[in-house]
C-alpha cells in the first residue's frame, strides 16, 4: 500500500523567507504618487504599517529570516501536508501524478494567516496596540483575528455590509478570536459617514471597507493597518508553503513539471509558485507555474500591463501591475477572493517576462471540478480553490490524449466549508457562468487614465 | 523551541481494531427480545448489517483485523494529529500538562468516518448497493455520505425535518459526496405517510428518521441500515484514535493520569480510552478515563443501569445500559451529538464496573471552555467538543490548586465550523445552561417499565 501523504516534521518548517525580487532579470517598476506621478519611496508607508514589514516591502536580499516566535506560532498548523491525489487520478484516469499541498488546515481554513502571524508580530514588537483592516467574504479577516488574538493586540475588521449581513459564520469565527466586527460603512470614521450620509441603505464595497481601515491607522498612533495580499512582503510570507513543498516533493522522490494556484492579488500563486520558480531562475529547471483566474475578472489573461491604483477610489500609490482598471466591478462570482481588478507587482512583472503563464476559467467548470476533487480526495475545496483543481484537470485531460505521465502539484489553498452555499446554487443549476465579452473588456480597458509603462 | 505536534506515519495507522470485550472482568449481559423479553442472538440483526459486521457486534476477540482497503481509504486523513496545549496550559497557569488529539482533520470534520469507512467497506464487500441511516444534527450523515462515496454505494439519508431546514450546510455536505437526503417525516416510508397522514407539518424525530431508515432497509434486498454509535462493532472502529494516542504519548515520552471525551452514545469516548483502558486492564495503570456528558442529558451522572431501548418508539432490542429512560426528551442544546437517552451497553458495564468516570456539564460552562479554547490554541471545536475541554479544563484547575502537574489527554473530536451559531448564541448571551432538577429526572425514571437488572 503506497502513502498518501508525505509530512514535514516541525524541525523542517522554514527558517527564512524568500525574497523572489533578488532573482528576477527585471526588477519590478518603483510605485508612483498618485497627484505628482513621481516615484515614492517607503516613507510613504510610515502612517499604515510597522517600520519592519515597509523594510521587507523594498527589501532586495534573497532571504530574510523568520522571527522565532512567529515560527513557533506557525507550529499551530505548519507544516501543512501534501497529498498525492491518487483516487482523483484514477477518477480521471490520467497518466499524470498529481499532487496537492493542502492549506486547509490552518485555524481558519485557509494560507492567509502565513502572512497575519508574521504581521501581528512586527505590529506587537513596535508597540501597536490594535491592527485594522477590511474583508469581504471574512477568509482574510478571520486569518488576521487569529493572529491578534494569539500575540495580544486587538482587531478590527470593516466587513463590507452586505457580506456581514450574507455571512454570519465568518463574523462569528473572528468574534471567537476576540476581534471586532463593523458592518461598513460605519458611523466610527469619516469616510463611513460621509458614505452614510448619501447612501444610508449603502451595502457597503471592498473599497468603502478599506477607506475606513485605512483611515483609522492614519488617524491613530496606536493602531496599524494590514492588507492580505498584493503587496510584496504578504506574497513573500506565503513562501513558507512553496518551501515546504519543495522538499515534499523530494522527499516523494519526484518533481512538478506543473504548478497551479488560483489568482487574486496574487499571494495565494506566490506563496506556493515562488520557490519553485527560484528551481527554475537558479538551476534552469523548466517548471511551469500556472496562475488560475476567473474568467469573469481576466487582468492576467485579457488586462493590459500599466500603472494603476491597487483600490477602487484611487487613494493607494499607483502601482504597475496587470490590471483591468481600478473602477472595473467584476461579475458577483463566488470565489470572492479572486474579485479583484489587478495583480500584486511582482507577479506582474514576472508575467510580463513570460516567466509564469495564466489561464482563465469559468466558475462552472471550477465548481465541476471541485465536486469531482471532493467525491475523489474527500476533501471540499473553497470557490477559489476550485480555479487551480480546473486547470490541473485540463493538464492532467491533456496529458491523456499525449500519454504523457506529467507531475501536476496543485495548491489546495482553502477549504469550502463556509462555502457551501455556493456549492447548492452549483447543484441547483443557478451557477451563472459569468462570463467576459470583448466588448466589456475593451470598455473597462478603455476607462483607464493611469499612466502607461513605456 | 518546542515541538507542538506529536505527527505519526501512515505505517503506523494501526492494523488491528481493538475489543475490549475480551480484556473486561464482566462481560456485558446479552440483549432481549422486545416481545418476550428473552435474550436473542445476532441472527436477529441480518436484515439491517451486513455478516461480517454482525460478527464483529458479537465478538470476543481481543483484535479484529483492519482490512487493508479500510485502512488505504483511512490514509486520506489518519493518522490524526496529537497536539501538546502549550498556549492553553499558558492561559490557565496549570502546572498541568495538556495534550489533545484531533479528529477534525477528517473530511467530514470529526471523529465519525473511523466507523462509516468501515461499514461502507463490508457493506460493498457483501454486494450491498445502498445504505440507509437517519442524521440529527448532521455529523453522522456527513461521515457515511463520504465513505459510501469512497467506496461506490448509494446512500439514502433520512435527516430529522427541522434540522435539514436549520443546517442546509450539513445536508449541502452530503450532496457534495453524493448521498441523497430526505427531510424526515417522508412520503417513501410506511412510517413516514403514517406521520404524515397524522400531522402534515411533523418537524420530525431522530426516533421517525431512525423507523423511516430501517425500513427501507429492511424491505429492500439490496439495501442495509448503518449506526453511528452505541453497538459494539462501531465502538470498536473508534479504537484506532486511542491506540494512534497511545504510541503518540510513548512519543512524547509521557503517559496521561486523565483521559477526557464527550459522551453521547459512546463511540467517541470509546475511541479515544478503550486502548487506555488496555493498559489499566492488561498492565495495572491507573489511567483515569472520564467521561463528558452534558448536564441536561446526564445518563451517566444520574441514570440507572437497567435494561432499555435503543430508540424512542421502542422497536430496537432491549439493551442493559445506562439510562434516563427511552421516552426521555433532552433539552435542544447546541451538542446535538449528545442528545441521547441512553448509553452503549459496554461503555455503560464499564461504568457499573467503576473502569471508568463520568461527570456532567452545562452548556454555558461548556461553551466557556470551548471559547478559551479557540482563543489559546486556534481551533474552533465542536459544541460536543466542549464538554471534554471543560473537564480536562476543571482538572487543570484542579492541579494548579493541588500544585501537581498532571498530564491530561483531550479527545478533540471534531471542529465547530457548522456550529458557529450556537457561539454567536453564547456570545449574545441567550445561551441557556438547560439543567436539569431532580425531581425532573426521579419523573424520567419513574415512567421506564423495561425490565431491571439485578
Known sequence: MKNRKILLTEKEIPEKWYNIIHDMPNKPLPPLHPGTKEPIGP???????????IKQEVATEKWIEIPEEVRDAY????????????????????????YYKYEGVSPSGSHKPNTAIAQAYYNRQEGVKRITTETGAGQWGS???FACQHFGIECEVYMVKISYNQKPYRK???????????????????????????????PGSLGIAISEAVERAATDDNTKYALGSVL?????????????AVIQMEKAGDLPDIVVAPFGGGSNFAGISFPFLRLNLEEGKNIRCIASEPASCPKLTRGVFRYDFGDTVGMTPLLPMYTLGHTFVPAPIHAGGLRYHGAGVVVSQLLKDKLIEAVAHDQVECFDAGVKFARAEGIIPAPETNHAIATAIREAEKCKEEGVGRTILIHLCGHGHFDLGAYENYFSGNLEKHEITSEEIEAALARIDTPVIE
Chains 1, 2 share one sequence.
Open 43 to 53: 516613507e510613504a508607508l510610515a502612517p499604515l504599517f510597522p517600520m519592519e514589514l
Open 75 to 98: 507550529k499551530l498548523w505548519r507544516p501543512t501536508p501534501m497529498f498525492r491525489a491518487y483516487e482523483l487520478e484514477k477518477m480521471l484516469d490520467t497518466p499524470a501524478k498529481i
Open 143 to 145: 486569518a488576521l483575528s
Open 172 to 202: 462569528i469565527m473572528m468574534n471567537t478570536w476576540g476581534a471586532k466586527v463593523y458592518a461598513s460603512p460605519t458611523n466610527l470614521t469619516e469616510a463611513g459617514r460621509k458614505i452614510l450620509a448619501e447612501a444610508p441603505d449603502s
Open 232 to 244: 510584496n512582503h504578504v506574497l513573500m510570507h506565503q513562501t513558507v508553503i512553496g518551501q515546504e
